[in-house]
Each structure stands twice: as C-alpha cells, then as structure tokens.
C-alpha cells in the first residue's frame, strides 16, 4: 500500500486555485483541498492523509475522515511537520511505501531520511491534474461505449407499447 502525507497549508499556499479560496475563507480552502485530494485518492488508490498546523491555536488534537481522505489537525504547540515526521516513521515499513507532499526543503530531507519520498506542491498539483485529464478521458471513452439509452418514438408508437406493456390490446 501507498501512503500520501501532504503538508495542508503547504499546498493551499502553493496552489493557485487554494490560494485564491484562502484570501475569501481558510475553511473553503482546505475543504477544496481534501474534495481535490479524494478524488486523487479514489483514483490512484493512494491512502491520503491531509496534515494542518495547529501550532499557535489553542486547542486539542483533532481527526477525522472526510471523503475517505484522513484529516489530522495537530495538538497545540506541534507543526505539521512535526506530525507528518513522525507519521513518516510510523507508516514507513517493507511493505508501505511513504510519500510526503511539501515544498518545504528541510522537511523534505527529513523523511527522505526515514525513507519516505518526497513530493513537492507544485509535483503534486502536476499529477493532480494529469490524474483529472485520465478521468476525463475514462468517461469520455465509457460514454462513447454507452449504449442509448433512450430511443426517440412517436407519441402513437409510446401508446401502443405501453398498451402492450400492460397487457391490452
């Protein structure tokens, strides 16, 4: 199994879409984020964990799941890196491989260090979005495959069929 750790505030930051939702509502963002992430997911069959800071809020640890996609908002006075640290070194194992989605450098290194892989925003927006175009090209393709589901039928043709469907003559 694969794992995606992704920094979330990193990619609202780096995203031109998220980035524009966060100067109207921070909370719009990061659901675009997990909706876009979910997609990804169900897609690639990566299991996808979204990271927020709640560095200086004052609070507690919160997780839950929304569109299957797990979304960990930190206890207070712990960053996001330090969460996805740590997740890195929990998840990675023979036999589950760890990618952290980040563009900050230093965190980068250090999971690359616990064998984790590392992928940076503008990487991970890049597949994102190529992901969306295979989509696209999967349901045109069922689409055109499709057979019709409805045949066009005079008003006395539909008469005389549903005369038959039930049972008069």
Not at 57 to 72: L, P, Q
């Amino acid at each position: 199994m694969d794992i995606l750790i992704v920094d979330g505030y990193n990619m609202i930051g780096a995203w031109p879409e998220l980035v524009q939702l966060k100067q109207k509502d921070l909370a719009e963002a990061r659901d675009r984020l997990i909706e876009i992430l979910a997609e990804y997911q169900g897609f690639t069959d990566f299991k996808v964990i979204v990271v927020f800071d709640a560095y200086d809020v004052k609070g507690i640890e919160k997780k839950y799941t929304k569109h299957r996609v797990d979304v960990i908002y930190t206890k207070s006075e712990e960053t996001a890196d330090e969460r996805i640290e740590k997740l890195a070194n929990e998840l990675n194992t023979r036999t589950t491989q760890v990618y952290v989605a980040t563009s900050d450098f230093t965190e980068q290194w250090a999971v690359f260090g616990q064998g984790a892989l590392r992928i940076s925003a503008r990487e991970l927006l890049e597949e994102i979005l190529d992901t969306e175009r295979r989509i696209e090209k999967k349901v045109e393709k069922t689409q055109e495959k499709a057979p019709l589901r409805r045949i066009n039928l005079s008003q006395d043709m539909t008469e005389i069929f549903e005369k038959w469907r039930r049972g008069k003559k």
